[in-house]
């Protein structure tokens, strides 16, 4: 590869020809003859340009990557130069040692040198990716690949793919709903038409492989798209979403098979450098950093630049694991991991009274609801007494924002999971009134991609030729990915004032059965062919979902797709300490009956369904723990 000093050995006799041209175009061709100017001009051209090159990194650039950006830097440079010779020219005509200087002469100079310092600057990329392709062996048979979307991440993937020719991926042609588009040229390559002509596109162009290259489309477009790929009998690869490029860039390492994510995909909710910016050089702590949320939190966080990032977990191994993928990523970030249960009340203090975090983010909780169901007292032990614990240790230590993160379980609870999240969402919004401090509630539903969600045991099940095992034909969901769950987490930490509630424009809730319709179509397999088994509705689940509350205030943020909601039901701080005490209580007794009727008191929205006996709730025998469970009614407003 050229390195920079040879770039201004080139860069010198450049200088020299410009200068000459400039002469020549403005005289003519034998000017040496009668412009004895020229010699001091093109003498101070090669001091001064070289020198005003300097300040604006021209040999400082890695040229074999030179983009439109590093292009206005040379037309910086080289305009920075054109002004010193121009100082040179008018000094040298005021000292009488230019008194017959033609000024056309700097203008003309200028174009030129900005012609051939950028033009040899660009032909070190030209000449790279030149020898870069040429590179392919010979008898490499590489696939043909229509790239889908022929935006900013298409071109990205189209220049991935040639830099990398080893793949054997070879881009044929785009697609893209632009008409604008159609029939023209985007690096050298077509764009055939729209992406309804995807299927004739294929077999025209005999292609055998299709990227989707659209990573903030709507679910339909992608679902359409893997359609058509599956009829055509080609495989389709897909260019993640913003989140799961966040620290880094698309690469084609990057691409990967359609997942039923992507068919749900929604505007990403994006977050913004003013309101993340609580994080930076700030201590965070994170409960439950080894779960699904938890990491992937740890994950933003650490991204965001913060001064040390706490992982706090029961499990080890997951805490070991987080550990360390974050310590190889962020080799210079002091990441701290610590085991621990968030119920023992005296180790959590000594935690906190150790690390002083600012920022605290509360993700540690049980959440299956037949689980919680059977075992009613880990539920309350564990997501209040456990809250309690986190929320009076911030509290102690000087905590300056807290943000737990909550369940749509907790809505008008039927089961003993929503109604244990729900007192803790009291819990901390009185709290945050209490001490007048931004200690917040963020609430969302299924998390797709989550350990024990139902799209894993779902596709395990298409895998076995099934059955499929659904509760109930009519159940519909939220649902949203890992990262928007994350983002939303961060973004209510940042906006959020004392005790307010948080939750994310979640969409039109899905059909169960039409979630199942989808996995089967991305396995390959046609709809119909996978029996399917309905088991019935467990203890404490409902057919639908809701976000919040009847009668609750709901307002846009800053953010649209997030909401700022206001439930009028939350009990006051006088009142929520003495029942929170009696459900614990109740629970940590093993008085099952008693912990019921607390719940109900601390809790009015509490509708018991499927009630347990004293022992516990029965565990059904078709029991699946990966199920999403639901909430009454309600749609998120669009």
Known sequence: MIRNRYILLMDLPLIAIAAFGAFALRFDWLFLQYRPEFSAYVMAALVLKPLAYFPFGMYKRYWRYGTAQDLVAVALAVSAS?????????????????????????LIDWLLTLALAGGLRMSVRIVGDARQTSAKPAAFQAKRVLIVGAGEAGNLV?????????????????LDDSSAKWNKRILGIPVFGPLSSLESAVKREAIDEVVVAMPTVSGAIVRGAAVACSRAGITARIVPGVFELLDGHVTVSRLRKVEIADLLRRPQVLGRAEVMSYLQGRTVLITGAGGSIGSELARQVAYSGPGHLVLLGHGENSIFGVYGRLTEQY???RIHPVIADVRDAMRIESIFDRFRPAVVFHAAAHKHVPLMEANPEEAITNNVRGTRNIVEAAERSGAARFVLISTDKAVAPSNIMGASKRLAEQFVVTAGRRHNLPYVVVRFGNVLGSRGSVVPTLQAQIERGGPITITHPDMKRYFMTIPEAVQLVLQAGGMGAAGELFVLNMGEQLKIMDLVEDLVRLSGVEPGTIPIEITGIRPGEKLEEMLWEPGATVEVTANPEVFHVQEHDLRTDLDIRPMLSDVVSAAESGDIERLHVCLALAVPSYVRQGAASAGGAAF???????????TRGGTAPR
Request: proline share 12%.
């Open 82 to 106: 054109a002004v010193g010779m121009a100082l040179f020219v008018g000094v040298g005509r005021a000292t009488g040692h230019l008194p017959d200087f033609a000024r056309p002469v700097i």
């Open 331 to 333: 080799p210079d970030l």
């Open 620 to 630: 059904p025998k078709s029991v699946r723990l990966d199920q999403p469970h639901a």
């Open 158 to 174: 189209v220049r991935e793919l040639r830099k990398n020719p080893q793949l054997g991926l070879n881009p044929v042609g785009f």
